[in-house]
């Protein structure tokens, strides 16, 4: 219950931040792309999933799959613009962009 909580805490924040980055006039084509890209993929990586478990069996699936998010997230924080993702703009975003860059 506490891991389906943190989730949707994490979803409201993120689609927070996409709507306040995101130009008035590209709203609705943002949010589309977020969601075609949240929601669509949805089904496919399902069906790759159930095709990996029934080669390779559940056991060693999750861990591997566990390493790809970790990568995935580790190779994310490498890059400037997903650190500083969000912040507001001005004299505080940029000691904030100088912290996040050390």
Same mark, same amino acid.
């Given at each position: &219950? ?6 949707? #805490?994490?979803?409201?924040? *993120? ?15 943002? &949010?589309?792309?977020? &969601?075609?890209?949240? *929601? ?11 095709? *990996?478990?029934?080669? *390779?069996?559940?056991?060693?699936? #999750? ?40």
């Amino acid at each position: &219950m506490v891991f389906g909580a943190a989730g949707y #805490f994490g979803n409201v924040v *993120i689609v927070t931040l996409l709507q306040r980055w995101a130009p008035a006039y590209l709203l609705g084509r943002v &949010m589309s792309l977020v &969601m075609l890209a949240s *929601i669509g993929a949805f089904p496919a990586s399902v069906a790759l999933s159930g095709v *990996i478990v029934r080669r *390779i069996g559940p056991a060693p699936f #999750f861990p591997a799959a566990g390493t790809v998010l970790v990568v995935a997230v580790l190779l994310a924080a490498t890059i400037r613009e997903f650190r500083v993702f969000g912040v507001a703009p001005g004299p505080a975003a940029d000691q904030a962009a100088v912290v996040a860059a050390r």
